[in-house]
């Protein structure tokens, strides 16, 4: 029975990591492959499986994952981003899908990877729109337009997904207003 928890846990760890890439629960899912062998060995050896997992995982973080996330960011953007190993505010991204406010949550792709992201104003981005990292929340981004302004064909969007029709945007506080990086 032991052993079939740490293999459901190991499968719901892959697909985490299936769905967004980062290349953290793939580890976590090794360490529970680790620990059911251990529990088809031992059983009642509790410590040992849990010992086991950690270990494996923590190896694959510190070890493994950057050889791992630099390759898959190579293989698909040509460059390694400053958020791998700095900070990931100011980086230029394109958005996925329509971005909105915190209750309406969108994401972007930054050096192969998939991120949640939020609008800085609160309106509505569109999908493929050029935005800019200006801030980071736990593993949400806050993004603005490249440009400072949300793009005239959110004119459509406005209602879409129960995002509501919100006032202008303003530049980021950062930028003068017209201003491009």
Do not use: C
Not at 6 to 28: N, P, Q, S, T
Not at 122 to 143: E, N
């Amino acid at each position: 029975m032991v052993v079939l928890a740490w293999l459901i846990l190991g499968v719901v760890l892959l697909a985490v990591e299936m769905r967004h890439l980062a290349f953290y629960a793939l580890f976590g899912a090794a360490g529970a492959f680790a620990a059911a062998v251990v529990a088809a060995i031992a059983p009642s050896a509790y410590p040992a499986q849990v010992a086991i997992a950690v270990v494996v995982a923590a190896i694959g973080l510190v070890a493994v994952r950057p050889m791992v996330s630099e390759a898959m960011h190579r293989r698909y953007e040509g460059r390694l981003g400053r958020g791998v190993h700095g900070s990931l505010v100011g980086e230029e991204v394109i958005s996925l899908d329509v971005i909105g406010d915190t209750h309406h949550i969108g994401h972007v792709k930054l050096v192969g990877e998939r991120w949640l992201a939020v609008s800085g104003s609160g309106s509505p981005i569109p999908p493929g729109t050029k935005v800019l990292v200006t801030a980071v929340q736990g593993t949400t981004l806050t993004v603005w337009p490249v440009d400072g302004a949300v793009n005239p064909a959110l004119e459509s969007l406005d209602g879409l997904d129960g995002i509501p029709d919100l006032p202008p945007t303003e530049p980021p506080p950062d930028r003068a207003e017209g201003e491009h990086p």
